[in-house]
């Protein structure tokens, strides 16, 4: 991992620049990434519903393609911030619908996760009341309770903290310890490096060590003339390969 004092900026995609280039990483990476946190999950930990967890945890940010939206630049030619992107009524609305079209059980999960992301924003809260007001309904057709769901979904939010802190390569070299998230039983999970691995404290896995890997793109270049041109230059860089070694912690 590097260093995190560096300029970090996210647009739909995740981006961040260091060393005189962008580096872009598609929602659907971050995703499988996430799906791959879920998958390594402690088996005698796993939920009934494991298979629909693990494909929510997978697919909760597949909202749209990131290179046919506009704007991607702020005013100085660097990808816009996703952090700031606001609710879009219907890209959720098509996120619920293709939730549903899999099962009640994995709308519920992307049901909450619209909700956790976008609870603050005004232009959210009528959408937000509506699924809210559906979810008893979906509940019920998926032969669950808010006590299975709940859990679940805190595993969903745990593998999509945990990727998003590999896939920006915030977690810091020194070995300093940063906070993941909340588990499904409410225990807070911290990472930090050790001899080029990650370190999960405590340990939620099956195995001791575990490899994951995602895909970015690396752009050496600082400013975009425009859209076009950042679709132009992500479409014809080359495909990284990143592989990240998560260990857990010598037994003291």
Not at 26 to 49: E, I, M, N, P, Y
Not at 71 to 76: G, I, K, M, R, T
């Amino acid at each position: 991992m590097h260093n995190p004092s560096t300029e970090f900026n996210r647009t739909d995609m995740i981006a961040y620049c260091r060393d005189a280039a962008w580096h872009f990483l598609t929602q659907r990476s971050h995703g499988l990434l996430a799906g791959q946190v879920c998958a390594a999950w402690k088996r005698s930990d796993r939920f009934a519903r494991w298979v629909e967890t693990l494909i929510a945890a997978t697919e909760q940010d597949d909202v749209y393609n990131e290179l046919l939206r506009n704007p991607l630049l702020d005013s100085n030619g660097a990808p816009l911030n996703f952090k700031e992107m606001l609710f879009e009524l219907r890209a959720s609305e098509e996120l619920i619908a293709m939730a549903l079209a899999k099962s009640r059980f994995i709308a519920l999960l992307v049901s909450m996760h619209i909700d956790f992301t976008h609870s603050k924003e005004a232009s959210a809260q009528a959408f937000l009341k509506r699924i809210r007001a559906k979810e008893k309904k979906w509940l019920k057709e998926a032969d669950s309770s808010s006590e299975e769901i709940g859990p679940a979904y805190g595993l969903l939010e745990f593998c999509d903290a945990f990727s998003l802190l590999i896939c920006q390569d915030i977690i810091p070299t020194e070995g300093r310890t940063v906070v993941i998230s909340s588990g499904p039983d409410g225990t807070v999970h911290s990472v930090r490096c050790c001899d080029a691995a990650l370190v999960v404290e405590p340990w939620p896995f099956e195995d001791a060590e575990l490899v994951w890997s995602y895909e970015l793109r690396r752009v050496e270049k600082l400013g975009f003339a425009s859209d076009d041109a950042l679709r132009r230059a992500f479409q014809v860089a080359p495909v990284e390969l990143r592989r990240v070694r998560v260990k857990k912690a010598k037994a003291s």
